[in-house]
C-alpha cells in the first residue's frame, strides 16, 4: 500500500504538513472523546457523575459499576445471541451466495442473465417496504421470538451474490474446464478451486456482513420480545429504558458492549477496514 | 483445445439443473423474504388493517392521506429532508478534507485511520446512548465545555438543552451522525484518492501547477466517480436514518427528530396500522427511487470517467 510506504520514510515534513497533522490529532480526540466519556463515567459514582467541573479520572475508580450492570441485565446471554446470530446467519449467507453466484459467474444456463438482473433489481428495494411483510411471514412461520426469525431472513443476500459473483468471474475458466475434463463436478469445482481461491473476497465479505448484522437493531426489536432471545443493541437499549438516569451504570453497560469489538477492530483494522470499504466501493454498479 | 471439448463448456443441458440448483438456496431466500413482500406490502398499503381483525379496503386512501391528512407524516419527512441536506453536505465536505489530509505522506496515519474509522464499527445504539449522556443539560460533557468557556470568557451564553428543544435536538442528531458515519466516507475517500495516477500529479508539479491548482483541476474531477457514489450512499442512508434519532432522542421533543422510518415503526409496531405504514414505506421507497434516478441522470453533468464509459 502506498500510504504504508510513504509513512514509513522518515523524511522532515515541510510546516503545511505539520499544521495538518496537528489538526488531525486534534479531531482525533474529538473522536475519542465519546469512548473516554464514557469509559470515565462507567467507573464513577453516581455523585461523580453528577457534578461540575467533570473529574475525568475518578478516584477510586468504581469498578463494582461492572459488576452491577453484568447483575441487572444479563449481558452474558446478549453476548451469546449475538455471537450466535451474526456467525450463523454470516455462514449461511456466505453459503447460499457463493452458490448463487458460482452459478451466475461460472455456468451457463437459460435465463441466467435475466435472472442475474432480477437480482441487481432488487438492491435497490429499501428494508423498510419488506419489513412488515417479513414481520407476518415470521409470525405465520410461528418464528416469533426464535432464532430462526434473528437468522433466517439475514441468511440471503443478492448484495453478496452479487459481490462475490463479480469475483468469481476474475478467476481463469480454464480451472474449471480442467477440473471438468478429470470428471470433476460443478460442486466439486465450486468447493476445491473457486472457494479456495477467492478466501479474501469471502472474508472480506464475511466481515461486511457479520458487522452489520452484530450491529442490527430494528429487526432484532420487531421479531423479539423476551429477555433471552434480545442480542447486544437491543439489550443495551432495555437496559437504557429500565435505567434511564444512571449513567454510571448504564456507561459501564456500554463499554462492556463495545469494548470486545473495538478490541477486534484495534488488532485486525487492516482487514477489517479493507472489508468495509472494499464492500461498500463494490455496490457500485 | 478442439471444436468438440470448447462446446462441452458453452452450453451444457446438464448444466440447466446443476445452475438452477446452485442458484436455489439463494432464490428461494430471496422469494421469501424480498420478492414477495414487496407485492405483499404493496397490497397492504391498499387496506385498513390492525394485524388482527378483518383488513378492510380502501384503495389508495393511504397514500392520499399521507398527502393530505396526515400532519405527523408531513413532519417527520420534513424532517428527514432537514436532516438529508444537513448530513451529506457536512459529511462529504469533512470526509473529503480528512481523506487529502490523511493522504499526505506523513507518519501517523495509519493509527489517525483507526482513530477516524473506530465509530463506524460501533453499535447506533451504544454510539446514541453515549452521545444521549454527553448532551445531558446539567452533567454531560458538551455543557460542562460550554460553562468552561462562560466562565473563562464570561460569555454570554448557557448551554442549550440540546435533546428537549426541537432545533438543538435535530443538531444533535447531526452531530451524532456525524461522528458515527465521517470515517466511512473517508475511507472510501482515501481509496478513490490512492487510485489516481501519481504521474498526473507530478506531470502538473512539472508544469509548475500548484498544490492547490492541481487538487482543482486534477485530484477533484478524477475522484468524482467516488464523490458521485459516495454523495448517493450518503443519501440513501439519510433517508433512511432511524437508530440515531430512535435511541437519541425517541424522535422528540414532540416529533421534532423523528425520521421516516421511525414513523413506519410506530405506524406499525405502536399504533398496528400496518396499511398506513406499508404506504409510508412506498412512498419512501419512491422518494429514493426518484431522488437516485434524478441524481444518476445528472450526472454526466459532473462526473469524469477517465474511460469515457460511465459504469
Known sequence: MRSARLSRSKGLAPPAHLVVWMLLALGSVLMLLPFAWTLSTSLKTPGQAFTYPIVWIPNPPIWDNYLRAVTIMPFGRFYANSLFVATCATLLELLTASLAAFAFARMRFWGRDQLFIIYLATLMIPGQVTLIPSFLI????????????????????????????????????????????????????????????????????????????????????????????????????????????????????????????????????????RGIATGAASSRL | MTARQRSLFRWRPDQQWAGYLFILPSLLGLIVFTAFPVVFSLVISLFEWNMIGVARFVGFDNYTALFTRDRIFQEVSWNTVIFLVSIVPLQ???????????????RGMGAFRVIYYMPVVTTIVAAALIFQWMFDRNYGVVSAVIWGLVERWNAPLTPPDWLNHPGWAKAAVVILTLWKNVGFSTIIFLAGLQSIPRDLHEAAAIDGASAWQRFWSITLPMLSPTTFFVFIILCIGAFQLFGESFILTRGGPGYATMTVVQYIYQSAFEFFRMGRASAVAWALFAAIFCFTLIQWRLQKRWVYYETGERS
Not at chain 1, 430462526?148 to 451474490?161: C, H, K, R, V
Not at chain 1, 435505567?243 to 469494548?259: C, D, E, K, P, R
Not at chain 2, 462529504?92 to 506523513?106: D, E, G, R, Y
Open chain 1, 138 to 273: 415470521i409470525r405465520a412461520l410461528g418464528w416469533y421470538d426464535t432464532y430462526q426469525a434473528l437468522i433466517i431472513p439475514g441468511a440471503f443476500s443478492a448484495f453478496g451474490t452479487f459481490l462475490l459473483r463479480q469475483h468469481f468471474r476474475t478467476l481463469p475458466m480454464e480451472f474449471d474446464e480442467a477440473a471438468q475434463i478429470d470428471g470433476a463436478s460443478a460442486l466439486w469445482i465450486w468447493w476445491c478451486v473457486v472457494m479456495p481461491l477467492s478466501k479474501p473476497a469471502l472474508a472480506t465479505f464475511a466481515i461486511f456482513s457479520f458487522l452489520g448484522q452484530w450491529n442490527s437493531f430494528l429487526w432484532p426489536l420487531i421479531v423479539t420480545r423476551s429477555m433471552e432471545m434480545r442480542t447486544l443493541p437491543l439489550g443495551l437499549s432495555m437496559f437504557q429504558s429500565q435505567f434511564s438516569v444512571q449513567w454510571n451504570l448504564l456507561m459501564a453497560g456500554t463499554v462492556i458492549a463495545l469494548a470486545p469489538l473495538l478490541i477486534i477492530y484495534v488488532v485486525g483494522q487492516r482487514w477489517i477496514i
Open chain 2, 92 to 106: 462529504m465536505i469533512f470526509s473529503l478534507v480528512l481523506a487529502v489530509a490523511l493522504n499526505l505522506p506523513m
